[in-house]
């Protein structure tokens, strides 16, 4: 239980640390670092600013971050810098004796706003009619601590970008059909490389609680939730041919939050550690169009000056509510801690905790 005053509701940054040097800020989060120590840890998701991430005590992809916040016993405070739907995600993982903060509570993630629970429980009404028992719903970490918890009810399981496939394998080998939320593309990439046909995939549209597909429906293996992600859905086919026209020897690599037509037009497809690695692995002087966030896209950029990278829609911006994190709320939140007030707290209500960490554990346990 929290004894601590905890605060869900959306604050603003106070005035003093928009007026704050980058020095005095830099100096403010070293010196809180150093005398908590171990008692203090922040995680930071690779689409975090420069400004955030170099304080981070770990740098990862989701997956890489679920893990460490479910075996990190030490923290007393864990200061997530990423998005509202991780900071959950470690609440739920660590015990009640450690405290979770989001320095930003408007840090949340358009994707996941694109299923809420009660959308997936008149959905799961209407799909359980017409399949019975024969559907398993899965959904990416990308979604509310209330869906996880609806999917670990009913048997399911969470999945990331490193190990949709994993587990996409792992829920036909319980049920005939799955249903995955709340991104169509992971969705239907995913399948699609395991063999699935598009035309045995439907979508379920939320908005008008109906199925969208032309055909018989005992023919349908993949049910994908109509949710994209807003940041690269702005990756097109069009860009793919820019770059291949322009750059002929460049090599595309994308997040499979891209859509499949994408996906299918690059050279490789991967999560945020997936398009790191392959970048580190690469050979001086090869040459790279990424489709990811900017952060991540540009850091790689400064990395590797031996490569030439460039991302692959010249346009892009970076996530904003990744963005939200910047060095003066982390500072706000760092001393809220210092001081005791702690703002920001991230706290899962206990028995949505307990149906959602099945479904979390579910996917550590394959993964
Ligand atoms: P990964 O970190 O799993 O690659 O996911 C990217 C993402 O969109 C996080 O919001
Ligand atoms: Fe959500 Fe897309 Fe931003 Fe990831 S990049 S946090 S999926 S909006």
Redesign the pocket.
């Known amino acids: 239980m929290n004894i601590f005053q905890t605060t869900e509701k959306t604050n603003h940054l106070p005035e003093k640390y928009k007026t704050m040097s980058v020095e005095e800020l830099e100096g403010r989060v070293k010196e809180i670092k150093e005398k908590l120590g171990k008692r203090l840890y922040i995680p930071g998701h690779h689409?975090q600013k420069d400004e955030v991430i170099q304080f981070a005590d770990a740098t990862g992809d989701s997956l890489k971050l679920a893990q460490l916040s479910a075996d990190n016993r030490d923290a007393e405070f864990i200061v997530f810098c990423g998005?509202h739907f991780m900071a959950e995600t470690a609440d739920i993982l660590t015990t009640d004796n450690q405290t979770v903060f989001l320095p930003d509570m408007r840090a949340g993630?358009?994707?996941?706003d694109m299923a809420d629970i009660h959308q997936t429980e008149r959905a799961w009404e209407k799909l359980y009619e017409l399949f019975d028992d024969t559907i398993l719903p899965l959904t990416y970490v990308?979604s509310t601590a209330a869906i996880k918890a609806f999917v670990g009810e009913h048997g399911g399981a969470t999945v990331t970008s490193s190990n949709a496939s994993k587990m996409v394998k792992w829920a036909f080998k319980q049920k005939e059909r799955i249903l995955f939320l709340p991104d169509q593309h992971l969705g239907r990439n995913t399948a699609y490389q395991l063999g699935v046909p598009v035309d045995e995939m439907a979508i379920w549209n939320p908005q008008e609680n109906q199925l969208e597909y032309d055909g018989p429906v005992e023919k349908i293996k993949v049910i994908l939730w109509k949710g994209h992600?807003?940041?690269?859905e702005n990756f097109t086919t069009a860009n793919i041919e820019s770059v291949r026209k322009k750059y002929p020897d460049m090599r595309i690599i994308v997040h499979p939050?891209c859509s499949r037509e994408v996906v299918n037009l690059s050279d490789l497809a991967g999560s945020t550690n997936y398009i790191i690695n392959q970048i580190e692995l690469s050979h001086p002087d090869t040459s790279w169009a990424i489709g990811t966030?900017t952060n991540l896209v540009n850091r790689l950029i400064k990395q590797h000056p031996d490569k030439h990278i460039i991302s692959l829609n010249p346009y892009m911006c970076v996530?904003l509510?990744?963005n939200r994190i910047d060095l003066p709320h982390l500072v706000w939140c760092l001393e809220s801690i210092e001081s005791g007030e702690r703002t920001n707290v991230i706290k899962v209500e206990e028995t949505i905790s307990f149906h959602a960490n099945l479904a979390l554990n579910r996917m550590l346990a394959q993964s």
């Open positions: 689409y998005v993630c358009s994707m996941a990308n992600c807003s940041v690269h939050e966030e996530c509510t990744m």
